[in-house]
């Protein structure tokens, strides 16, 4: 394992050089000086700039999307999403950081093993991780540099076109089938940090990703989300929570290995839990409480002392309303979830059950919807000791007591599957974000009422993207003013496709 975080630490060193650049036409790599390198290793470095690095987790993951998403909240103004006003960087931060380092690195690994010939798990495990990265872009940003992506010094295109995101879905899903067929019994091995080495792993994530793409699909394409949803179903999809989709990161060596949002919380005392995450998790009595939050004045986790902070609200708004101040309030249990070696989740099995008991519901398996669901919620309460060492493992008694306690209701079911599918994406925001907007559940209230924020970009409207960097505009002129003519204006309200009302 040491050795893997050294060539990790080494490969971290080599791609220093294009950590940030401004336009696409600095952000490739001559790929006949990459193609030295053995791919394997190549992949490491992918698997962790996908993780990220503090800048865009701080900014795109927590500062955006966990307070759009009312997960947390804060009083202090640069906690833009919090006041719906913009702040250009912020909001373009995985745009500016996942082109010139996880899209770069992706597509010359895809390159590099196609000029090699190979076919198998290699290129299978590409081909599905390329589709991890893009979804995430297009999710955030709607049309997006997609099928040119990556290609200036492979194709010599330095102002890729962007593709629209129905255009853009349709060849991911049919990427994650071609990438779940190549994977064989040939191993990645180490250099796999996700499943270290597991291809039986892989194939069930193949078809979980293909599920969650499908699901996302249901208001733009419902004929097209049912049938991918029912391939990847027949698939195969995560059975545990041992098939958790995941890095483990570690304190060294330095560079790029740390946790992102780990390094916010040693960087940033700022955010809080949000009022409305708080009482979902009190009013059912939820384990899950004391294990994700702390009180930010003395640490403690007892229920009765956790208090969630309001959304949209200054210190000094806070205090002329309720008269308290930010400390009073709960914060993310740092004891057990703000250290930078801890883990960085990208799909659960408690997602993928409770899209399996949505799928249920709507008739497209023969699944039980209430069995699914349960399956979501147990998964979603016990992963936690398992991906936090610090966190108090829930036992199956706790787990069952809640469900009898607040037991699934078939008359509400797309309210308490995707309230429950919030709560089990909370760190993973981009997520959160996005299954917020298809679904509308949890019931967000736009902050501010007679209290919005002064200079806010929506009207108080809950933002529904990340907008496109403004230099675009300037550097990729035609391809920016078609994208915008298609998709609409470059604001954080204008919706991505599949996002109808």
Request: net charge negative.
């Amino acid at each position: 394992m040491k050795n893997i975080y050294l060539i990790v630490f080494v490969f971290s060193i080599i791609f220093t050089s294009c950590e940030f650049d401004e336009g696409f036409e600095e952000m490739n790599v001559d790929p006949t000086k990459a193609a030295a390198i053995d791919v394997n290793n190549k992949f490491a470095s992918a698997f962790l700039r996908t993780s990220g690095g503090r800048y865009e987790n701080w900014r795109t993951s927590l500062i955006y999307s966990s307070q759009i998403i009312q997960h947390m909240s804060s009083t202090a103004t640069y906690w833009t999403g919090n006041f719906y006003t913009l702040n250009q960087g912020y909001s373009t931060s995985l745009f500016d950081r996942a082109y010139p380092e996880q899209v770069k690195e992706i597509e010359d690994i895809i390159y590099q093993l196609t000029e090699e010939g190979v076919t198998g798990t290699q290129m299978g495990v590409a081909k599905i991780w390329r589709s991890f990265i893009y979804h995430r872009l297009t999710d955030l940003y709607g049309d997006i540099p997609y099928s040119q992506a990556g290609k200036g010094y492979i194709e010599g295109v330095l102002k890729p076109a962007y593709d629209a995101q129905q255009d853009i879905y349709l060849s991911m899903l049919a990427d994650i089938e071609s990438g779940i067929g190549m994977l064989g019994a040939d191993t990645m091995g180490g250099s796999d940090l996700i499943f270290q080495g597991s291809v039986d792993k892989w194939k069930k994530f193949g078809n979980s990703l293909m599920l969650r793409l499908a699901m996302r699909l249901t208001k733009a394409d419902a004929a097209t989300a049912q049938a991918w949803a029912q391939k990847a179903i027949s698939g195969g999809t995560m059975t545990s929570n041992d098939d958790i989709a995941y890095i483990q990161h570690t304190l060294g060596p330095a560079g790029i290995n740390k946790n992102g949002h780990g390094e916010v919380f040693t960087a940033d005392g700022n955010m809080r839990m949000s009022k409305l995450f708080i009482e979902f998790l009190q009013g059912g009595n939820d384990p899950r409480l004391p294990i994700l939050a702390a009180r930010r004045s003395d640490g403690s986790t007892d229920p009765a002392n956790l208090q969630g902070m309001p959304n949209g609200l200054t210190s000094g708004a806070l205090e002329a309303k309720y008269g308290t101040k930010s400390d009073v309030y709960a914060e993310p249990n740092r004891t057990v979830l703000g250290g930078e070696d801890t883990a960085m989740v990208f799909q659960t099995y408690a997602e993928v059950e409770l899209l399996k008991a949505e799928a249920a519901t709507r008739g497209w398996s023969s699944g039980d919807a209430e069995t699914h669901y349960n399956n979501g919620v147990k998964a979603a309460m016990q992963m936690l000791s398992m991906l936090y060492p610090n966190a108090a493992a829930i036992s199956d008694a706790e787990a069952e007591a809640y469900l009898a306690a607040n037991p699934y209701d078939a008359s509400k079911a797309m309210e308490m599957i995707h309230t429950q599918y919030w709560a089990a994406t909370f760190l993973n925001e981009y997520e959160a974000f996005a299954n917020w907007r298809r679904t509308g559940f949890p019931t967000l209230q736009p902050f501010g009422g007679e209290d919005v924020y002064p200079g806010n970009e929506t009207n108080g409207e809950i933002p529904r993207r990340m907008i496109w960097p403004n230099s675009e505009a300037s550097t990729n002129p035609e391809n920016y003013e078609a994208a915008v003519s298609r998709q609409g204006p470059n604001t954080l309200t204008t919706r991505v496709w599949w996002d109808k009302p």
